[in-house]
């Protein structure tokens, strides 16, 4: 299960509150970070919970249960991503009706 960190995150709300990003740069010692976590918040809608299964399935290689069980289990870490690619992954998760943060 996921566990919320510390109470002086900065979050940033963006795409109507389907994406959260956890700046915690001060917890690092402004260390440049070059992978993130993709945190499954929920859904924007209980109607797209098997588009985001399907996605997930797509996007990390889990199969249909492992993928299912994220979902109904959520917030549940999906996986690590670099950087560069963390925005893909996140544009894909909120188009399929998923709300992701990462952290």
């Avoid at 999906?78 to 560069?84: A, Q, V």
């Amino acid at each position: 299960m996921f566990s919320s960190c510390s109470n002086e995150e900065n979050v940033i709300d963006s795409d109507e509150n389907s994406v959260e990003f956890i700046d915690q740069s001060k917890q690092f010692d402004n260390e440049d970070r070059s992978t993130y976590n993709i945190i499954l918040v929920g859904l924007q809608n209980p109607d797209y919970k098997t588009r985001v299964m399907l996605e997930i399935k797509k996007l990390f290689m889990y199969d249909l249960k492992t993928a299912k069980y994220l979902v109904e289990q959520a917030p549940s870490f999906l996986g690590k991503t670099t950087t560069e690619a963390s925005s893909w992954y996140v544009s894909r998760l909120v188009d399929a009706g998923a709300k992701v943060r990462l952290e």
